[in-house]
């Protein structure tokens, strides 16, 4: 209680001040502008009107248009309007010939005036009827005598008036000429009522246009620069009409640009009625598709504003009129169309303001064209303009309150956005202050209670991020970076710009963004299953590595790869071929030092990069791995799995690329994985496989290039029949290459490195077009040829271009391709089944055989051999080079001959070495015997010197047995050949 009394001795001066404020806004936004408003009705309505004039009387006068270009006196004038009938008013009907007319004063008291207010008169001069003494002339230039120029037209101050006067008017336009009679004292206040409503009109048009354009300018506006200039053309036009336009703030225009200025006039404020009309509603005329009225209606302008400046006057308003009132028509069904479709206040007031200006234009049209003068009295273009500009200025202003209601939804719309922006937005000053923060970086910095100025960027950021932050808003438009929370549990992603000596920013929460990126970063170069390096992670590691090879550190690498693992993924599942990769990575990890690196580049092989590691310590470190991975088994759940590992290792040395290292490595692996070396296969500097590499890149290199085949030879090692050795002369094709030094490479090294270059069908179709086209030039020497066997690649028979260009090259020998014969190695054929078929059904209907090379080396299937239609099965080499010493080949090869007999197919045996291999093979029942024995590969010009292919053979046992061979024997095995 005791504390009331204050409190209510403050309220009470707050409350009387407020009062005060309430009455002071009615008085200035209600009760002031509604009196003057009541005031200036009454004043209008019972208030003395200070310029009212009385008195003026309409004179009836005779008039005479003189239609000739001779120059009449008054006495001829006066003769010729005497006869003429009394009349009111003269319309001249766009005549611009002089007219004469004669008229009587009508008697008053007092003095008198006459005046000639037609606005079209350009000069009048007048003369004493009964004397015919000139009273005075006058022009828009000038005057002289009683005759002067006054409000629109001329007045004549005679005093006395003559009983009768004679004058002259020339006139431009649509003119209508009569004649008044004033006492003086009227006339004189008629003249100041028409310069006071001039000047209204220029003031009042004027300031409001003043005020259009310095709000424009203010608002930068164009559209309201153009209403302001469509304001004083719109004052313009409303001065034509009335009579005013003889002068512009108050200075008199020349008479010489009295007519031109009327006609350019008219033409700028129909450009830009055009040009506001379109700025106010172009995107509903574009809705309504009123496009191409409005292209028309622009495209007329310019011929327009031309014929304003260079027609006459009297030439100019009929075109203009056409035009005017075919424009507004189209321009005011448009505002109509408007109106009805959109309900738009804009194009209401617009089409308020138009149809207003379009009746005042017809009215004068009509007023001009057919004397109906009446209509003035009713609308006329000083109304219309008045109106007209009102009524513009509502659909301005409503457009700019439209446009106010935009922005303010616009405004609306941004803070909601601001509000509900998921990423953070604020403002700080230039002390690193926040201004103004939006509630999703109060969110993200844990800000509870904001205080604008008084929350600081420091509270969140270390000192050094917020002077990294100031220096980049200055030293450029734009500044990005990366920050840290101070804690270090958050990063944030800042963008912010300079703007008005404030930071406006957007700040990032990049938490989640960083740790994807991260584990995408380490996914890279990670292998996802094992966690080790893969194999784009281990190349970076090496090459890093080999970089210390230049200052003399050694280096080496290592390949692992793992035996008998693909059982466990077969027998138990992937998942635990997955636990046992994992557990072959922490053993392998546990043997390396710093630096050493392992990576998985396949799914059971590793490599392992080891920098500044001898090889004598590299080798001890992989001896422990092959122990380590092989000595304890691998427990996976409740089972254990033994897994071997074999190791080659390589010292690396300067300049080897990664994949030369690998490649080297993988190498001594395989080596290993034979037996040798129990496990590990350690390749030394000057090694004999370093070597082997450096000459398989180089014959790589070679059959890269654009000469590939040019230092390749044939070769040609016999295959003799055991039926009949003497009376055949087959061979088999061998590829061969000449080293620059006259060394001869045999086909093996060649062919590997053709294949992994790419050019095995290259090298391919070249044997295939020499061989063809050696047989077909010495195929009368090879009278005793059955067939010329030849090896296809795995490569080349996979290349549909290689399949079409065999088919061409045979189609161009065909006369000699039924002695070819294609070897086609077993794996190779049962790949793709399907293609080997077709392939080997079109090369046969060349006549073409076709062989199965390397017979029961590979996963012989015995069910697809019946889907191959070949006729010889040439029988691995490695049952027949100590069938012998191994019962099993026997057996073996014994079988292959059986079924090749039954399926109506031949038998060469290759690597036939010594006559009791050849003995055996007769006895089995093979047709044919390839090897050393028998011959070594021959060049082509000692194939072209044998008879047959046992005239090769220089083994005493072999030549022996062929004598036995060719003395008369039951055969062991009958059979239909193709091959004979």
């Not at 007219?99 to 007048?126: K, N, T, Y």
């Not at 101050?157 to 009227?186: F, H, K």
């Not at 109304?383 to 439209?402: G, K, N, P």
């Not at 996914?523 to 210390?548: C, H, I, Q, W």
């Amino acid at each position: 209680m005791p504390n009331s009394t204050p409190k209510l001795r403050t309220s009470l001066p707050a409350a009387a001040h407020a009062a005060v404020e309430l009455v002071l806004k009615l008085f200035g936004y209600y009760l002031i502008p509604i009196g003057i408003g009541i005031v200036s009705l009454i004043a209008l309505i019972f208030f003395h009107d200070e310029y009212r004039v009385a008195g003026e009387v309409p004179l009836a006068m005779h008039v005479s248009v003189q239609d000739d270009t001779r120059q009449l006196t008054p006495a001829e004038a006066l003769a010729r309007t005497a006869p003429q009938p009394l009349i009111n008013t003269h319309e001249t009907h766009l005549s611009e010939a002089p007219v004469w007319f004669a008229f009587e004063p009508m008697p008053r008291s007092g003095e008198q005036v006459i005046e000639f207010p037609s606005r079209h008169s350009l000069d009048v001069a007048c003369w004493d009827g009964a004397t015919l003494a000139p009273l005075g002339s006058a022009s828009r230039a000038g005057a002289a005598g009683a005759v002067e120029a006054a409000k629109a037209g001329f007045v004549l101050r005679a005093s006395p008036l003559p009983r009768q006067l004679l004058c002259r008017s020339g006139l431009s336009g649509p003119a209508r000429l009569s004649v008044l009679q004033w006492p003086a004292e009227q006339f004189d206040k008629s003249v100041e009522q028409y310069h006071r409503k001039s000047g209204l009109l220029d003031g009042g048009m004027i300031v409001l246009a003043l005020f259009v354009l310095i709000t424009a300018l203010i608002n930068r506006q164009p559209l309201y620069v153009l209403f302001a200039g469509w304001l004083i053309l719109n004052l313009r036009v409303g001065a034509l009409s009335a009579g005013w336009d003889i002068q512009w703030l108050g200075q008199t225009i020349p008479s010489d640009w009295l007519l031109r200025s009327r006609s350019v006039t008219i033409t700028l404020y129909g450009i830009a009625t055009l040009t506001l009309y379109q700025a106010l509603l172009k995107d509903h005329l574009a809705e309504m598709r009123y496009v191409l009225p409005m292209r028309v209606m622009q495209w007329l302008c310019m011929p327009m504003l031309a014929a304003a400046i260079l027609l006459p006057y009297r030439m100019y308003l009929p075109l203009m009129w056409v035009i005017v009132v075919c424009c507004f028509a189209m321009m005011t069904i448009g505002l109509f169309k408007i109106i009805v479709e959109s309900r738009n206040r804009v194009a209401a007031w617009f089409a308020a303001s138009f149809a207003l200006t379009f009746l005042a234009s017809m009215a004068e049209v009509a007023a001009a064209a057919l004397g109906l003068r009446e209509l003035l009295g009713i609308i006329n273009s000083v109304t219309a303009a008045l109106a007209s500009s009102l009524l513009a200025a509502l659909a301005v202003a409503e457009q700019m309150r439209s446009e106010t209601e935009k922005r303010q939804e616009a405004q609306e719309e941004l803070e909601h956005a601001y509000k509900a922006m998921p990423v953070g937005l604020f403002t700080l000053d230039m002390y690193g202050h926040f201004l103004s923060v939006n509630p999703a970086l109060q969110k993200m910095l844990g800000i509870h209670a904001f205080v604008a100025g008084r929350t600081a960027w420091r509270q969140f950021f270390t000192e050094s991020s917020w002077t990294e932050l100031h220096e980049q808003v200055h030293a450029k438009a734009e500044a990005e970076m990366e920050l840290t929370s101070r804690d270090g549990s958050q990063r944030f992603l800042v963008s912010a710009t300079l703007a008005r000596s404030r930071i406006e920013g957007v700040l990032q929460d990049t938490t989640e963004k960083h740790k994807a990126t991260e584990q995408l970063r380490f996914m890279a170069d990670n292998d996802p299953l094992t966690k080790v390096y893969n194999r784009r992670g281990l190349e970076k590691e090496f090459v890093a590595a080999a970089a210390s090879l230049a200052v003399g550190r050694p280096m080496a690498l290592a390949y692992v790869d793992l035996d008998r693992f693909k059982l466990i993924n077969d027998l138990f599942g992937h998942a635990a071929g997955d636990e046992v990769l994992r557990q072959v990575c922490e053993r392998i990890g546990t043997m390396l030092a710093g630096g050493q690196q392992i990576g998985r580049v396949g799914g059971d092989e590793f490599v392992i990069v080891m920098p500044e590691t001898a090889i004598p310590l590299a080798s001890i470190i992989c001896r422990g791995i092959v122990d380590r991975l092989g000595n304890t088994p691998y427990r996976v759940g409740d089972k254990a799995f033994h897994v071997r590992g074999s190791v080659g290792l390589i010292e690396v040395v300067p300049d080897m690329a990664m994949k030369d290292a690998v490649s080297t490595a993988d190498r001594a692996c395989r080596e290993a994985k034979t037996g040798a070396g129990d496990g590990l296969v350690v390749y030394e500097r000057g090694a004999d496989a370093f070597r082997q590499r450096a000459a398989e890149l180089d014959l790589v290199a070679r059959l890269s290039g654009p000469n590939a085949t040019d230092n390749l030879l044939l070769e040609m090692q016999p295959i003799m029949s055991l039926k009949h050795p003497e009376e055949s002369l087959n061979f088999e094709v061998l590829l061969r290459m000449r080293e620059p030094d006259g060394r001869v490479v045999p086909a093996g090294p060649v062919i590997a490195a053709a294949e992994k270059s790419g050019r095995a069908s290259v090298i391919d179709r070249w044997v295939l077009s020499t061989t063809l086209a050696w047989i077909a030039e010495h195929a009368d020497q090879l009278c005793n040829t059955r067939f010329v066997c030849m090896n296809l690649s795995g490569a080349s028979l996979n290349d549909e271009r290689f399949v079409q260009d065999t088919f061409d090259i045979l189609g161009r020998y065909v006369h000699v391709a039924s002695r070819l014969c294609l070897e086609i190695t077993e794996s190779v054929a049962l790949h793709d089944l399907d293609n080997t078929r077709r392939f080997i059904d079109q090369a046969r209907n060349f006549g073409v055989k076709v062989a199965l090379d390397d017979f029961g080396a590979g996963y012989t299937s015995f069910s697809y051999l019946k889907e191959l239609p070949a006729d010889v099965l040439k029988i691995d080499g490695n049952f027949i080079v100590n069938i012998n010493a191994h019962p099993a080949n026997v057996a073996i090869v014994e079988a292959i001959v059986s079924l090749a007999v039954n399926l109506g197919m031949k038998t060469i045996a290759e690597w036939a070495e010594d006559a009791a291999t050849v003995q055996t093979l007769h006895e089995i029942g093979v047709d044919y015997v390839q090897g050393w024995v028998v011959a070594r590969s021959q060049p082509p010009e000692r194939i072209l010197e044998a008879r047959s292919s046992a005239s090769f053979i220089k083994d005493e046992d072999l030549l022996e047995l062929l004598r036995e061979l060719a003395a008369p024997a039951v055969p062991h095995l009958a059979s239909v050949t193709r091959l004979h």
